[in-house]
């Protein structure tokens, strides 16, 4: 059904979600939207989406300081991320959204329903806090525009997110058991494999080592953590943003599209090569995401695993297997490409994550709303709403200073602490702000370690040309042309990718299957991305955006005694 009129789709479903929506607001006692306390306190209704492990929000202190803020009563209407998608689509459906919803919304829901939603950049002069926000990050703005409306409001991270979600591991343990140096190249990585496989560098006298294993991609596309991170060889600059997962990248501002590049053949023909000598997990094309981790995190302290490609290696190993592991830069192509090595990036859609709060274009407290929002882009609310309440999960050292605690449960790790008290990176707000200084436990920032590997890697990306940003956005008509075509691309190469790789056959099919790429609209689906793109940029070089420059801001970063990490913004 198209969902294309959303005023007439409205009249067809209303009364069938009346019930459902009387029954939503008996269970949670909310006062209408708009009405006001018998003191005259306005009441505004809120709908968070949220982790499962999160407290109910009115048992987190510091939405009692959000409340103060606004000079308001906040309703909280609260859900589950794993049950929003459901929830989402009946109330754009039926035209009714909450006062104010964070988390919940995006850009694939402007197209047809952001007639409900209040276009922020209007209302800049009643929201000091985001209006400086998107001065001094203009980034954030532009990454939080939808033809030319802010109908959501951003998180940025700078400072505390890296600029590539995937990292490349090798057990270092292993190597130097082996007296094998750090592979460099593709052809010394595969005899480094090999080695893993039959010199048992784990010691425990069992051939159970597994030199390398991955998620292999699903069919609709590619994704992160995936080997195709290996482009990077050929100086090719992965992204994640929209079109990715179907070979789409951009160099100079041009699409392009790999899927049918002569290095994409040479990389499927290498981890053949690699299936074929087995070293490669026999289960990496069929185990689930839950048999992935686990294996990674080997025998007690007997690690299993050789490499892989995933966040942090205390993320994928686990603390007790965690040093064992290096990072891996771009390793040189067994071609010999004379391009300078690049590493998949996504470093935009980390540090500014569009769309965090949005406010409902029928609101009738506006002015409290407003004052919500803007609440979460100071340094005190929005640290809160990232880490925890003061005296939970962060200690208030003084003015823009503060210090992310420790968990006071000793049964809770970090990350469990961290979601059961706040947002964690579900919060709106800018977290390292000028002024802050902010002190980190070290499992906060080991990925800054990590990063550390890629800097040259990364500086080989001119990130405002050479980046498909997690922010470019179709319009609702190319929207549906680009999802029909890409099914068809993305299917096929997908199976012939596993296909390949395990089975062979690369040379013999390779001109068939870019025929049937050609047939399946590649060419106009680029030409689809290069239109949504050039839109972008030019959004981007109107609002002054030296991406470059502002995603790595002049920070200071200093190591404490204590194992923690202290990072200060000088700016002003």
């Not at 950049?121 to 980034?139: I, R």
């Not at 502002?550 to 700016?571: C, K, R």
Request: charged share 20%.
């Amino acid at each position: 059904m198209s969902t294309s009129n959303p005023t007439r789709f409205k009249a067809t479903v209303k009364g069938a979600l009346a019930m459902a929506g009387i029954g939503a607001l008996a269970l949670t006692g909310c006062t209408p939207s708009g009405a006001k306390e018998s003191s005259g306190t306005p009441v505004v209704t809120v709908q968070v989406v949220k982790d499962a492990r999160t407290k109910a929000m009115a048992e987190l202190p510091w939405t009692k300081d959000l409340e103060a803020a606004c000079g308001c009563t906040i309703e909280w209407q609260e859900t589950a991320s794993s049950s929003w998608t459901q929830q989402k689509q009946a109330s754009l459906a039926a035209g009714e959204v909450a006062d104010v919803t964070i988390g919940g919304y995006g850009s694939g829901d402007w197209g047809d329903y952001s007639s409900l939603f209040l276009d922020l950049a209007l209302e800049l002069g009643s929201m000091p806090n985001l209006a400086a926000t998107f001065e001094k990050a203009p980034y954030a703005r532009v990454s939080s525009e939808w033809d030319g409306k802010v109908f959501g409001a951003p998180g940025v991270n700078t400072g505390l997110m890296a600029n590539s979600s995937a990292h490349m591991f090798i057990n270092k343990q292993w190597l130097d058991e082996l007296k094998l140096p750090v592979p460099e190249t593709w052809d010394e990585l595969k005899s480094t494999l090999e080695a893993f496989k039959s010199k048992d560098p784990n010691g425990n006298g069992k051939a159970d080592e597994v030199p390398l294993d991955f998620m292999a991609p699903e069919t609709g596309g590619w994704g992160w953590f995936n080997p195709n991170v290996l482009l990077g060889s050929f100086g090719l600059p992965l992204s994640a943003g929209g079109g990715a997962g179907s070979g789409m990248y951009a160099q100079d501002g041009k699409i392009q599209n790999y899927l049918t590049d002569p290095s994409y053949k040479e990389f499927i023909s290498y981890l053949g090569e690699l299936w074929e000598a087995g070293v490669i997990s026999k289960d990496a094309f069929t185990h689930d995401f839950s048999k992935y981790i686990s294996g990674l995190k080997g025998q007690g302290k007997t690690a299993t695993v050789g490499m892989t490609f995933w966040w942090t290696p205390s993320d994928a190993f686990g603390s007790k297997l965690a040093d064992q592991y290096i990072a891996l830069p771009a390793l040189k192509a067994d071609s010999g490409s004379d391009a300078p090595r690049t590493w998949w990036f996504n470093g935009d859609s980390l540090n500014y994550i569009p769309n965090k709060i949005s406010v409902a274009a029928n609101v009738k407290e506006k002015e409290a709303a407003l004052k919500i929002v803007d609440a979460f882009y100071t340094s005190d609310i929005g640290i809160q709403a990232r880490y925890g309440s003061f005296d939970v999960g962060v200690k208030k050292n003084g003015e823009k200073d503060y210090t992310v605690l420790q968990p006071a449960d000793e049964t809770k790790n970090a990350s469990d602490w961290q979601f059961q008290n706040s947002l964690s990176d579900g919060a709106p707000g800018w977290f390292v702000q000028p002024g802050v200084k902010l002190t980190l436990p070290a499992e906060q920032f080991e990925v800054r370690g990590v990063e550390e590997v890629y800097e040259q890697d990364i500086a080989n990306i001119d990130l405002n040309s050479d980046v498909i940003y997690g922010g470019v956005s179709f319009t609702a008509d190319e929207a549906r042309e680009y999802s029909l075509n890409d099914t068809g691309i993305t299917q096929t190469a997908m199976s012939k990718f596993a296909q390949w790789v395990t089975k062979g056959g690369i040379d013999a099919e390779w001109d068939g299957y870019v025929k049937d790429l050609e047939s399946n609209n590649l060419k106009r689906q680029i030409e689809l991305q290069q239109a949504a793109y050039d839109r972008y940029l030019q959004v981007m070089q109107e609002k002054n955006v030296d991406l470059n420059a502002e995603l790595n801001p002049e920070l200071t970063f200093a190591e404490n005694a204590d194992g923690t990490a202290t990072i200060s913004n000088e700016s002003k």
